[in-house]
């Protein structure tokens, strides 16, 4: 489902930052400058609307790189993370979505 939230991407010791675009139980859509590669094992941190924050952890298994002078027209880049886990504030967001 569409939902844009901010999500913290652990990157090498450092924070990326990007939003979300789709979101289901078992995976996020981020649009992010931040781009990983394929099959990249990621930390993340999701915020939710009510102010806490999930941690979940994936593996990439999409990647869309466009070129920042095409951003506007394409939409920008980003990335599919395939949700490692069980999380159950995460799940229970998207219940209560429903």
């Given amino acids: 489902m569409?939902?844009?939230l901010l999500?913290?991407?652990a990157v090498e010791g450092r924070t990326a930052?990007?939003?979300?675009?789709?979101?289901?139980h078992t995976g996020?859509?981020?649009?992010?400058q931040y781009v990983p590669k394929l099959g990249?094992?990621?930390q993340t941190t999701v915020h939710?609307?009510?102010g806490k924050t999930v941690k979940c952890h994936g593996t990439v298994v999409r990647v869309r790189r466009v070129p920042l002078a095409l951003a506007?027209?394409?939409?920008?880049s980003g990335f599919c993370l395939a949700l490692g886990g069980y999380f159950e504030e995460y799940s229970?967001?998207?219940g209560d979505l429903k």
């Fill in 92 to 94: 229970r967001f998207l």
């Fill in 40 to 42: 990249e094992h990621l």
């Fill in 28 to 32: 996020l859509s981020i649009s992010s």
């Fill in 17 to 24: 930052s990007g939003f979300t675009w789709d979101i289901s």
């Fill in 7 to 9: 999500v913290d991407i």
């Fill in 2 to 4: 569409k939902k844009r």
């Fill in 72 to 76: 506007d027209e394409l939409g920008g």
């Fill in 48 to 50: 939710l609307p009510n």
